[in-house]
């Protein structure tokens, strides 16, 4: 069965430091999507993307994050400097054109910011 | 703006028991609605959604939800727990679009299942 990967699993880093998460979506599915869930509470909406662009974004999404389709299967989320209140599970999601909302998640990323 | 409320963040039931996971939902647009479950270690899989038509809608597992639009709610139920429900449960909603905006998903806080045997 297809399946949304993403890697790695679990990031360390350090406040101020860029991390790069990687998801590869569903090879036929178009829209793909960035949540966020921090410990204890909701999964946040963070962006979504289609046609190689952003078709929505949340006010978390600041100028510290960014999205890229680099080739034809990776989808990415940049951070450029992490911030302790970064951390959290990042859950990467991509659906198919004509089923609204039935989206496909991965695993999950999970971000630690010392 | 739409928004979500799960009653309740931890439910525990018997097996073979009821459950019942209530979910709430705002929004002043016509709205998708869904329910998710994440087992421990995974992502969220989804376990049905009611889009248009039947108001009553029946997923995986035995899972079915019923879309009340008077009372803004999206109830879901299982007539008897088992052991492999033990997980966390998501409502969720969103705009009744295909469209590539508008359609992101608004998830509720969750409701984590514990069953006894």
């Known amino acids: 069965e297809p399946e949304v990967t993403q890697t790695p699993s679990h990031q360390v880093t350090q406040m101020g430091q860029e991390v790069i998460l990687r998801c590869v979506p569903i090879?036929?599915?178009?829209?793909f999507y960035w949540y966020r869930q921090i410990l204890g509470q909701k999964v946040e909406f963070l962006v979504s993307?289609?046609?190689?662009?952003?078709?929505?974004k949340s006010e978390i999404f600041d100028d510290q994050f960014s999205v890229e389709r680099p080739d034809g299967s990776n989808f990415t989320l940049k951070i450029r400097s992490t911030k302790l209140e970064d951390s959290a599970m990042y859950f990467c999601?991509?659906?198919?054109?004509?089923?609204?909302?039935?989206?496909?998640f991965g695993e999950g990323s999970r971000l630690t910011v010392l | 703006a739409q928004s979500v409320t799960q009653l309740g963040s931890h439910v525990s039931v018997s097996e073979g028991a009821l459950v019942l996971l209530r979910c709430n939902y705002s929004?002043?647009?016509?709205?998708?609605l869904f329910w998710y479950v994440q087992y421990p270690n995974q992502g969220l899989q989804l376990l049905l959604k009611?889009?248009?038509?039947?108001?009553l809608v029946k997923g995986i597992n035995g899972f079915e939800a019923e879309f009340k639009k008077s009372e803004t709610s999206f109830h879901l139920t299982k007539p008897s727990a088992h052991m492999s429900d033990a997980a966390e449960y998501f409502c969720?909603?969103?705009?009744?679009?295909?469209?590539?905006?508008?359609?992101?998903?608004?998830f509720g806080g969750g409701t984590r299942v514990l069953v006894k045997p």
């Open positions: 999601a991509s659906r198919a054109v004509v089923l609204p909302g039935e989206l496909f």
């Open positions: 090879s036929n599915h178009l829209y």
């Open positions: 993307f289609y046609n190689n662009e952003i078709s929505e």
């Open positions: 929004s002043s647009v016509p709205p998708y």
């Open positions: 009611y889009t248009t038509g039947a108001t």
């Open positions: 969720a909603v969103s705009r009744a679009t295909k469209l590539p905006a508008g359609n992101k998903l608004t």
